[in-house]
């Protein structure tokens, strides 16, 4: 069995108990550091063997632990802090374990991102979380850009020495919508501030960023009928209908996929006498 085994994101407190069983009961510990993670086994007087499995060398290592997991042996996976896979190493490990039809269990804990989103207070059942933005900024215009017309909060993760070029290609791209940026989230200097791009633009001018951000923007918003190319929405409803679906279902998916409300497109289904 592969235990999928989450950590405090800061605040040690924050571990579960059954994390810490399963911890105690496995053959092998893998850790993105191990002296981290060797740190946080000490805190909880726990003495398991310990390997290292990050960016560098997942792939390499993987083939060892199917095997040993083969044999029957318990192995959990843990990276710094939070969800292994999650902007974490792990997921290589995760899905060659179920390509593998070797058993895989994902323990619940502790996450950064739902951390962040929740202390934004923006009031939105849906939310993307993206993760790190790609260091070089041609690449994270390019994806701002992909991203920009999402009615809905997007969260992402930033370091601190990135943080002041982030916020200046978010005002670029997505325009001054108020954001919320968390810092050191569960830890002694937890931090959030909230406002508009340009203003914490500012802060962190005179501030100089301290900490792992978790950022959240809010969406954008969301675009009417009229302002909607209704010859792509044809096309779209055509090509659903045409692939067996009925007219009410597809207007539903076209309805979410352009953020249109199921009236509006219902109403350009009718104008173009589209038929079932």
């Not at 951390?115 to 849906?126: D, I, N, R, T, Y």
């Not at 960023?209 to 055509?238: C, M, S, W, Y």
């Amino acid at each position: 069995m592969l235990y999928i085994c989450p950590t405090p994101i800061g605040n040690l407190e924050d571990i579960t108990l059954r994390t810490l069983r399963i911890l105690q009961e496995v053959d092998l510990v893998l850790a993105e550091d191990t002296r981290h993670t060797g740190q946080l086994l000490h805190h909880f007087q726990i003495s398991r063997p310990l390997e290292s499995l990050h960016e560098h060398n997942e792939k390499a290592k993987t083939q060892r632990i199917l095997d040993l997991l083969k044999q029957g042996k318990l192995v959990a996976l843990v990276s710094d802090a939070g969800m292994p896979g999650i902007s974490d190493p792990g997921a290589f490990l995760i899905r060659e374990t179920i390509d593998a039809g070797l058993p895989l269990e994902v323990l619940p804990g502790a996450n950064a991102a739902l951390v962040g989103f929740l202390q934004s207070g923006f009031a939105s059942p849906h939310f993307l979380f993206y993760g790190f933005l790609p260091r070089r900024r041609k690449d994270r215009i390019r994806v701002l850009e992909d991203l920009k017309d999402l009615s809905y909060p997007i969260i992402f993760y930033e370091a601190p020495h990135r943080l002041k070029e982030m916020l200046g290609d978010l005002l670029t791209v997505l325009g001054d919508r108020t954001i919320s940026i968390s810092r050191e989230l569960t830890k002694r200097f937890e931090e959030t501030r909230r406002g508009h791009i340009s203003e914490l633009i500012a802060h962190f001018a005179a501030d100089e960023p301290r900490g792992e951000f978790v950022v959240t923007i809010n969406g954008g918003e969301p675009k009417q009928a009229e302002e909607q190319n209704e010859d792509d929405i044809l096309h779209l409803l055509e090509h659903l209908m045409s692939s067996g679906l009925s007219r009410r279902t597809a207007i539903e998916q076209v309805s979410e996929k352009h953020r249109l409300p199921k009236n509006q497109v219902y109403e350009i289904a009718l104008r173009l006498r589209l038929e079932d």
